[in-house]
């Protein structure tokens, strides 16, 4: 099992700055996938960006590229998300995602069906 929890969620006015970290716990492995996804109301669950822990591949979705980065701690206990030049439209609640094996295993990084592991969510709400 692993367990995640998200933080740093908050109110930001656009064109700043949150970073949102993921502590993780229990059975953690360096050949799993690390994924943010974010899900506004009436609205499908959409990655934001992944990482393939073994290797350090990042992926990211292209409404997010060169705004946001996705890493980890050295520990690899805790997976980040700094999120730069923040839009109103990035507004939504956003969730940490862990699966074993390599991100495209079972599936793209960006598909939240292929993911097994969940935190509860933090809110990002972004005001023009």
């Known amino acids: 099992q692993v367990q995640l929890m998200e933080s740093g969620g908050g109110s930001v006015q656009a064109g700043g700055s949150l970073r949102l970290s993921c502590a993780t716990s229990?059975?953690?492995?360096?050949?799993?996938?690390m994924a943010w996804f974010r899900q506004t109301p009436g609205k499908e669950r959409e990655g934001v960006a992944g990482l393939y822990v073994f290797y350090g591949s990042t992926y990211y979705a292209d409404a997010v590229k060169g705004r946001f980065t996705i890493f980890q701690d050295n520990a690899k206990t805790t997976l980040y998300l700094q999120m730069n030049s923040l839009k109103v439209e990035d507004t939504a609640m956003y969730f940490c995602?862990?699966?074993?094996?390599?991100?495209?295993?079972?599936?793209?990084?960006?598909?939240?069906?292929?993911?097994?592991?969940w935190g509860q969510g933090t809110q990002v709400t972004v005001s023009s």
């Open positions: 995602a862990a699966k074993l094996g390599p991100c495209t295993y079972g599936g793209s990084w960006y598909d939240s069906k292929s993911f097994r592991y």
């Open positions: 229990g059975h953690t492995y360096t050949g799993q996938c």
